[in-house]
């Protein structure tokens, strides 16, 4: 899905004062990292290296784990296509509502979708492939460590993709590359861009067995992750800080957010685990709050028609700072009044 994503700023120009709709937090210190690049700037007059072997060494020391199981990307997307070309005719369990580019990746690779985890059609594939967010977007929902750890491990003969991309942004203990890198069915994806507040800059990485993770090197084009990108991988790697350090004080403002937001008429907001949330509006539209919001304050947030299994009433928001929150808040009060 090329449209669709949650921040769409691009299509506002200079009305978006307050960013609701990213999943990241906007108030991220890159002052180091800009110094970094621009003593770098002119490496972008030569050609990356054709896999960013340097990078993953890097990050495999970090991580505890060998180089050969990590396998850094062109964001979290790319991980995601290159799994699903990996397991190209498999049948693919994604439950939902959940990040649309499972699905989407998944088709062009010809998988058998199926949003049931229980399946029983006859005339499906024997190659299974699950397909976990955790945590979950757009829900906030975190399932257990345990729970995903029992499931990988009771099922070797199927395939499991668990996306981590919003592990900067819980406190719930999730699955530990060093604990997981050597079980063949299991793939473990994250995000570098979601931790460090970069999304511009495209960076991801998969962990898993060396040789799953052999296989989706050889199906990768040469040249993927950018100059500037492996260059802000390694400052990030060696002395880059998560953009919120402070998580707890951070869910605090989250919860605070939520408790609001649920006080208002019409509003229903779901229980969280992470930085976002859920909302569903009405009798109105998200839609027609998000129209709301951008035109009369400069506000924008992420509406969900797009979501397998929402409709067109809900809406996510992600926490900021807390005057921004206060400005939102008052905002959706002010529009539900109207």
């Given amino acids: 899905m090329i449209e669709g994503h949650g921040d769409d700023i691009y299509h506002y120009d200079e009305e978006v004062k307050m960013n609701f709709s990213s999943t990241n937090f906007m108030h991220a210190d890159h002052s180091a990292l800009k110094a970094y690049l621009m003593e770098r700037f002119d490496l972008i007059s030569n050609y990356p290296e054709p896999q960013p072997l340097q990078l993953e060494k890097l990050m495999a020391e ?10 850094v990307t062109n964001g979290a997307t790319e991980a995601i296509y290159l799994i699903a ?15 649309t580019e499972y699905a989407d990746a ?21 190659e ?39 592990e900067a942004f819980t406190k719930e203990p999730l699955l530990v590359p060093r604990e997981t890198c050597m079980l063949q069915n299991l793939l473990l994806v ?7 507040g970069i999304p511009g800059i495209r960076l991801g990485y998969i962990t898993g067995h060396p040789n799953t993770i052999q296989m989706l090197r050889n199906l990768r084009q040469p040249w993927a992750v950018s100059t500037l990108a492996i260059e802000t991988g390694k400052f990030l790697v060696k002395q880059g800080r998560p953009v919120v350090e402070d998580i707890k004080a951070y869910l605090d403002e989250t919860e605070r957010l939520r408790t609001a937001l649920r006080q208002i008429e019409g509003i229903r907001v779901y229980e969280t685990k992470t930085n976002y949330m859920l909302c569903e509006i009405q009798p109105t539209t998200a839609l027609d709050l998000k129209s709301y919001l951008i035109h009369n304050h400069g506000i924008l947030i992420r ?36």
């Fill in 106 to 126: 998944c088709r062009i690779h010809r998988h058998v979708i199926t949003y049931e985890q229980n399946e029983v059609g006859a005339n499906l594939p024997k």
């Fill in 190 to 196: 994250h995000s570098m861009s979601k931790t460090y």
């Fill in 303 to 338: 509406d969900c028609y797009n979501f397998t299994g929402l409709s067109t009433h809900f809406f996510r928001v992600t926490t900021q700072l807390p005057a921004e929150n206060d400005t939102l808040i008052s905002a959706i009060h002010e529009y539900m009044q109207s």
């Fill in 62 to 71: 970090k991580l505890g784990i060998a180089p050969e199981s990590v396998m």
């Fill in 128 to 166: 299974r492939v699950y397909w976990l967010c955790n945590p979950n977007n757009p829900s906030g929902n975190v399932l257990m460590k345990s729970f995903v750890d029992y499931l990988v491990r009771r099922s070797p003969q199927y395939n499991f993709v668990v996306d981590q991309s919003f």
């Fill in 85 to 99: 070309a990996l397991y190209s005719g498999s049948t693919s369990i994604i439950p939902q509502p959940t990040s």
